[in-house]
């Protein structure tokens, strides 16, 4: 079989396995399938960068976050406990994994809750600002300055849309604390900046084309050679 053909062949068939719910591909996973687990991270890839992005406060250490985050739920798989939820599963084992390396680093305190001073941004009305094309670099830079805790909060919230209730189980949260984290986190952004953040969403953190295939051809690299 010539290249091109094998090729297609594994396309046509990563397409069928994009049509499966999670739990039909984590059990394909289960029985030994790791193919199967591509479309997964395919699947959540967005959601969990800026997740882990959030937190690690780098691109560099996001992607090595989330790689090694995916690795980890693939050898351990077998712990979901399901139907639902993979997605909230996948997401605490992201975030234990940043966390584990902001300990490791010694960088911060991640429990710290102190007040943190307004981000000064630049002194351009909004449109100029959209006009320059910089508007996504500062609402990435003013959610980096965000408080430990708060940041990922906003992300999940304010940028990635989910309800209360999955931002405090991916983050293993009370609802309460989200909700004050949220609210406390929107009043430390500037007000401009806080007008334009959902036409904007779609470009904070943006993780896809090449960066999303990078870290989908490590995860199956090292889960393919680990088996």
């Known amino acids: 079989m010539d290249y091109s053909a094998q090729t297609l062949l ?31 991270m395919r699947r ?3 959601r969990l960068y800026r997740l882990s992005r959030s937190l690690s406060k780098s691109d560099a250490d996001a992607m090595d976050t989330l790689q090694d985050s995916y690795v980890i739920a693939y050898e351990k ?12 599963w996948l997401s605490r084992i992201v975030r234990n994994e940043a966390l584990m390396r902001i300990r490791r680093n010694k960088l911060v305190d991640i429990c710290s809750t102190q007040d943190h001073e307004p981000v ?15 508007l996504a670099k500062i609402i990435e ?13 906003f992300v999940l919230r304010g940028v990635q849309q989910l309800s209360t209730q999955e931002t405090a189980e991916s983050l293993d949260l009370p609802i309460d604390v989200v909700k004050t984290r949220f609210s406390r986190a929107k009043k430390l952004l500037r007000s401009h900046l806080e007008q334009h953040i959902q036409a904007a969403g779609l470009e904070v953190f943006e993780f896809a084309g090449e960066r999303c295939d990078t870290v989908v051809s490590n995860v199956m690299e090292r889960i393919t050679e680990s088996h």
Not at 23 to 40: D, T
Not at 120 to 134: I, K, T
């Open 10 to 40: 594994m396309d046509t068939a990563l397409a069928g396995l994009q049509e499966e719910t999670d739990l039909e591909l984590v059990r394909r996973v289960r029985s030994g399938s790791s193919a199967a687990f591509e479309p997964l």
């Open 77 to 88: 798989i077998a712990q979901f406990t399901g139907p639902e939820g993979f997605v909230g």
């Open 120 to 134: 000064e941004l630049n002194n351009e009305g909004p449109s100029a600002v959209l006009a320059q094309g910089q």
């Open 141 to 153: 830079q003013a959610i980096d300055q965000l408080p430990d805790g708060y940041a990922s909060v």
């Open 44 to 46: 959540y890839n967005q």
